[in-house]
């Protein structure tokens, strides 16, 4: 069956970086687009980055625009976001997502089981 799994989040100071990962199983991973979503406490999930089959087309949310960069790696079949100069709004769960077409809206797929981020004032 298809797997995403998460990994990289954690607890971290304002102004930090981090770098998320996604490790895609049971898909064909170069034919699916990749999303990344987040998801704070009592708030809707939030659509932050997707990127197409190839890598040659990314687009964001306005939230990180020219923070964050997602990027993938068809030959490791993982996809990943890039964090930098984090705010304490950042903070949230942080789920990738796998759908046939390019988009930023919640209807993907598949669904990993979301990482923990954590930013610190």
């Known amino acids: 069956q298809v797997q995403l799994v998460e990994s990289g989040g954690g607890l971290v100071q304002a102004g930090s970086s981090l770098r998320l990962s996604c490790a895609a199983s049971g898909l064909t991973f170069s034919t699916y687009c990749m999303g990344w979503f987040r998801q704070a406490p009592g708030k809707n999930r939030d659509f932050i980055a997707a990127?197409?089959?190839?890598?040659?087309?990314?687009s964001y949310g306005d939230s990180v625009k020219g923070r964050f960069t997602i990027t993938r790696d068809n030959a490791k079949n993982t996809v990943y976001l890039q964090m930098n100069s984090l705010k304490p709004d950042d903070t949230a769960v942080y789920f990738c997502a796998a759908d046939p077409v390019l988009n930023m809206f919640n209807g993907y797929d598949y669904w990993g089981q979301g990482t923990q981020v954590t930013v610190s004032s």
């Open positions: 990127i197409s089959r190839s890598g040659g087309s990314r």
